[in-house]
């Protein structure tokens, strides 16, 4: 049985996350050996319980880094904006990495990160987990076999609901810039990214160049009084003409499982966060599949474990996430900046103690937009505003808002 000795940079907030899906698979497939932390205090208990079973830990990863050269793989869920560097460093210093989504902001970082691994040789995944589920991979299977013939859109509709607090969780939440980096956080670059990447991989299954932004039309808003957006509609042409659209709000009434309809020319796809899907085939026939319950980060551990030490092919590598990359940098350049909604659409909402913002008719308007493959100005939304699309031809580096 292969065993791969890892260490994690992260263990709070998203990290605990990584952290659980070590220990389900510790002693079977993985072996933790080293974690960082910044602060000691903050993670107190956490950090004892592992020390005391000969975890070492580190406040400075570039520490574990130096004291831990035998590591299979370091996995990093530290802040959005620290992904690029830290995942640069590691496989400069020679160590595989998962590396916690987005995989970076920009356009310029990800193709940092992407050299750095054509330089060194280096393995790295990026923990977009909803490539895993059986639903989805087997979805992708079927496009690549043409069983839907040519895919001709690509819908996706993302609507949860956040409180107050979600903003307040860290430093950089809601926010475009953090201590001078790009964080653009929000639906398209962080709770709801992987409905896009999900989308876009569909697309680049289809055919080569399929994921490919080659023109977005974005508009992005929010109803909280943060500087991010937390609701968006983005219209995407890729290189070979697939038309995909992306639609999220965290301004929903409910939460909701997030969806992708594909159209093709043979079939109709539809796919939802909740591991199932359904095709209806032109034909008349009709297909369903459910994936059942899986822990899908789990998942991406095992994954990575088996392309190391088996030769498996990863479920979203490095390189194909850079279309993800490109069409959010596409989006914040054709909107050019995040529209505020007047508080006469909002609704403010004070439940078992927590405070919500909510969107007056957010699910009906993005059932609207889905319906007819528009976006929010194109329908006439009172708060809409319309913006102009981005040619991403030659796109090599995003500077928005301020930053050099």
């Given amino acids: 049985m292969n065993v791969a000795k890892v260490g994690l940079i992260g263990i709070s907030g998203f990290g605990s996350i990584h952290l659980r899906s070590i220990e389900q698979l510790q002693g079977k497939m993985v072996d933790l050996r080293a974690i960082v932390a910044t602060s000691y205090e903050k993670n107190k208990e956490v950090i004892d319980r592992l020390t005391s079973r000969g975890v070492k830990y580190y406040q400075d990863y570039r ?6 050269k035998d590591l299979d793989f370091v996995a990093i869920s530290t802040p959005i904006h620290l992904h690029a560097p830290m995942a640069i460093d590691a496989m400069e210093r020679g160590f595989n990495v998962l590396l916690e989504k987005p995989p970076a902001v920009t356009i310029q970082d990800i193709d940092a990160i992407i050299e750095t691994k054509r330089k060194t040789n280096r393995v790295c995944s990026v923990n977009f987990q909803n490539t895993s589920g059986k639903a989805f991979r087997r979805l992708l299977e079927y496009i690549k076999e043409g069983k839907l013939g040519r895919i001709k859109s690509i819908v996706g509709v993302g609507r949860w609901k956040r409180d107050e607090s979600y903003y307040q969780r860290n430093a950089w939440a809601g926010k475009l810039i953090v201590d001078g980096n790009y964080v653009l956080d929000g639906t398209i670059n962080n709770p709801l ?46 290189k070979t003409g697939i038309e995909v659209y992306f639609y999220s709000t965290l301004c929903n009434r409910e939460e909701e499982s997030p969806y992708i309809i594909i159209e093709a020319e043979r079939a109709k796809a539809y796919w939802t966060f909740a591991n199932r899907f359904k095709i209806e085939y032109i034909d008349g026939t009709t297909e369903e599949f459910d994936g059942g319950h899986e822990d899908l980060f789990v998942n991406m551990y095992i994954n990575m474990v088996e392309h190391l030490f088996e030769g498996k092919l990863l479920y979203c590598p490095l390189e194909i996430t850079r279309n993800f990359v ?47 493959k528009k976006l929010f100005s194109e329908i006439g939304v009172p708060w809409s505003r319309k913006t102009e699309p981005f040619d991403l031809t030659n796109y090599k580096k995003f500077n928005m808002f301020g930053q050099k």
């Avoid at 974005?218 to 968006?232: L, N, Q, S």
């Avoid at 350049?333 to 909402?349: A, N, Q, T």
């Avoid at 405070?355 to 609207?368: F, M, V």
């Fill in 193 to 238: 990214a992987h409905l896009l990447n999900n989308e876009l991989i569909a697309a680049e299954t289809s055919e080569e160049n399929g994921g490919v932004p080659q023109k977005v039309t974005a508009e992005i808003y929010h109803g909280h009084k943060i500087e991010g957006e937390d609701t968006a509609c983005v219209r995407i042409i890729t």
């Fill in 326 to 372: 490109l069409a959010s940098n596409g989006a914040f350049e054709s909107s050019r900046c995040v529209y505020g909604i007047p508080d006469e659409y909002l609704e403010i909402s004070y439940e078992n103690g927590k405070i919500y913002t909510y969107i007056k008719n957010i699910k009906e308007i993005i059932d609207e937009a889905t319906e007819n």
């Fill in 63 to 68: 520490l574990m880094l130096e004291n831990h």
